[in-house]
């Protein structure tokens, strides 16, 4: 059994591609190892929400995760803010983070691209908060995307280095979660290759979208003027409607629109409106499930305490060992 730690920025709705490349794999995961899922409240504020905004972009996360499977009695689940020992590893780790390292990293150079008037040293440390987070509770694997390899090396980079520096073998260096077979791209809906919740407002599905807005992004999906050869190679933009049906609809229903492609007698129209209502079809009981937790402050409120002492008791035990390591004893 590993120890897995994930988190999520508490910054948009969970998508198709969040749902299939994350959550559902997340879902399987916590009855097979000992999970901490956290909502990375801190890690939200280096771009400055409201103090409203902050408590409502929490609890629609927290209910985004619960309707998704998350279990609170399987995993621990918490929010960041919560747990006051990871504020205090995270400075004990800041003094042994050098500041070329975290200016060479790729996801920093490109916040100070895209918003110059805010490099916070948040911003500049976020991979420290981040490693924090993981070996607070002295994870082995992390499920993380291609664009989070780089934080996970630096993780490895910190955890190595405490134990050199301090002459012991205490942190595992975490390695990335492998899904195997079951890692699926989710494509997006405007023609990119990835569905995304910063790529335009057409590109991706929300599984709190109401069914009208469904329907109204499914069928401005982006095609082309249709096929031309029988069985000729389905380009990327129609492979991608297909990739999407794969994860919703019916094989009996793929397989009809698959025949109607291969024989050129396709109308993109009719697999749209069928592929809308799958779609429909397959988030409507996780749209019901998030207005329901939605509404149900209190057992919201119950879960990340719940989740918040499981998780302190961990983070405690780890800070209180580590204070001992760096040489802050008993007199
Ligand atoms: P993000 O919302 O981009 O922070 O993504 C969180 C996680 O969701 C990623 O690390 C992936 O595991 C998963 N994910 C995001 N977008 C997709 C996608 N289009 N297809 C599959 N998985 C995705």
């Known amino acids: 059994m590993e120890t897995v730690v994930s988190g999520i920025r508490p910054t948009g709705n969970l998508h198709l591609g969040n749902y299939f490349g994350a959550m559902k794999n997340f879902v399987k995961m916590q009855y097979k190892h000992k999970c901490y899922f956290f909502i990375a409240d801190f890690h939200s504020l280096t771009t400055h929400p409201t103090p409203e905004n902050l408590m409502e972009n929490i609890k629609q996360v927290l209910a985004e995760y619960l309707a998704c499977g998350l279990d609170p009695e399987a995993a621990t689940i918490y929010l960041q803010s919560d747990i006051h020992e990871i504020p205090e590893l995270y400075l004990l780790l800041n003094m042994i983070s050098y500041l070329g390292e975290l200016e060479r990293c790729t996801s920093f150079k490109e916040k100070v691209r895209v918003q110059p008037d805010n490099v916070n040293a948040g911003l500049l440390t976020y991979p420290v908060l981040m490693a924090t987070d993981i070996i607070i509770h002295k994870a082995t694997k992390v499920p993380v995307g291609k664009d989070q390899e780089q934080h996970l090396e630096m993780t490895r980079n910190f955890a190595s280095r405490f134990n050199r520096m301090y002459n012991v073998n205490y942190f595992p260096e975490p390695v990335a979660y492998n899904f195997g077979e079951e890692l699926i791209k989710i494509p997006g809906l405007d023609g990119s290759g990835k569905m995304g919740k910063s790529e335009g407002p057409n590109n991706a599905i929300f599984l709190v979208d109401e069914p009208e807005v469904i329907r ?89 305490e719940e989740g918040a002492e499981k998780a302190r008791k961990s983070a405690a035990k780890t800070l209180k060992e580590v204070r001992e390591i760096v040489g802050f004893k008993e007199f």
């Open 216 to 304: 109204k992004k499914v069928m401005k999906a982006v095609t082309d003027a249709g096929p031309t050869e029988i069985n000729q190679k389905k380009p990327e933009v129609i492979e991608n409607l297909f990739l999407l049906m794969n994860a919703v609809s019916a094989s009996e229903t793929i397989k009809h629109f698959d025949d109607l492609y291969n024989d050129c007698t396709l109308k993109y129209g009719n697999l749209k409106k069928q592929l809308a209502e799958d779609i429909i079809k397959f988030t409507n009981p996780f749209r019901e499930k998030i207005k329901e937790l939605k509404a149900n402050n209190a057992y919201l409120k119950k879960v990340a």
